[in-house]
């Protein structure tokens, strides 16, 4: 992921709505800042139910682009109506591996728009360094990765779910036809329908339509899709090791082959993916903590 520096500034253009930070965090405002810049950078009818709320503030994605880019806005001191913007580019990861990567020029590009857009605000006023006294109080919980001044470092983790959650067409079009193909003939699969074998497939099926949705619903309702597949995949897991542990005659062995069903790999699947899927269910990552914002440096970060 590329990310801009963040445009901290002070405006009482953007009122802020009771209740409104339910949503994020205690304390990250920014929905009536975000409804403007959509209505300014994707469409005059952008409305609030286009704005996507995360955990560091408030999101609006914009379209036209071979990559997920977005700006990023939340307010640093109420009190104050001081504000915090920066523009940020994700997925697209086989242009990145073809050396052909536009992340860099459409972070420059819309950052220096956003700028100018919010320089034009008739009560307007950009916060240096010098006088930005709400800066400590915005970088402890803003990002959920590690912002520079002109790049973001992230985990693995993140950048897995970075991934998933990316607009890449090569993602959805190369997994969506396999997907589908799975789904259309598992039924045919099946020869004994037993009531085990029908949940199995029911299952299954709704995996495969969750994954689905995931790929090509929009943005906001795309997480709780991946999050529905994960909770399924978690139950999954739960109920192999149960079944394995409380209802099978197979021993506990600590050496076997990982292709059985045992109560030893029933073990290990429940915390190798089942854990990781709750935590992603419950919380939409695969972190448990939430990763700190570094201090501003002067390295970069152009992959």
Request: charged share 20%; proline share 7%; glycine share 6%.
């Amino acid at each position: 992921m590329f990310a801009s520096e963040t445009l901290f500034f002070t405006s009482s253009m953007f009122p802020m709505e009771p209740g409104e930070d339910s949503a994020t965090n205690p304390g990250m405002f920014g929905k009536s800042l975000a409804l403007w810049l959509g209505q300014q950078f994707v469409s005059p009818t952008f409305s609030v139910d286009d704005i996507v709320p995360e955990d560091f503030g408030w999101c609006v994605f914009i379209p036209g682009h071979p990559h997920t880019l977005f700006i990023a806005c939340v307010s640093t001191n109420p009190d104050n109506r001081e504000w915090g913007v920066f523009v940020a580019a994700t997925g697209g990861w086989l242009s990145r591996l073809l050396g052909k990567s536009k992340h860099e020029e459409s972070v420059a590009t819309t950052y220096a728009a956003v700028r100018q857009a919010i320089e034009s605000l008739p009560d307007a006023r950009i916060l240096d360094d010098a006088d930005l006294a709400c800066k400590r109080d915005f970088d402890e919980p803003v990002a959920q990765t590690s912002f520079h001044n002109t790049g973001v470092n992230t985990n693995q983790a993140e950048e897995f779910d970075a991934a998933l959650l990316s607009d890449s067409p090569f993602l959805r079009w190369s997994l969506s036809p396999v997907v589908s193909l799975f789904g259309i003939t598992l039924p045919l699969l099946v020869e004994k329908r037993t009531p085990e074998a029908i949940a199995a497939m029911a299952v299954m099926e709704f995996m495969c339509i969750a994954l689905l949705a995931g790929f090509w619903l929009p943005r906001r309702y795309r997480s709780w899709a991946f999050r529905s597949l994960a909770g399924t995949v978690f139950l999954a897991y739960a109920a192999y090791l149960v079944f394995e542990f409380f209802f099978s005659e197979t021993p506990f062995r600590i050496s076997e082959r990982r292709s059985e069903a045992s109560p030893r790999n029933a073990l290990l699947g429940f915390f190798i993916f089942g854990l990781p899927c709750l935590c992603y269910a419950l919380l939409g990552r695969f972190s448990l903590r939430k990763p700190r914002m570094q201090p501003a440096s002067d390295e970069t970060d152009t992959s």
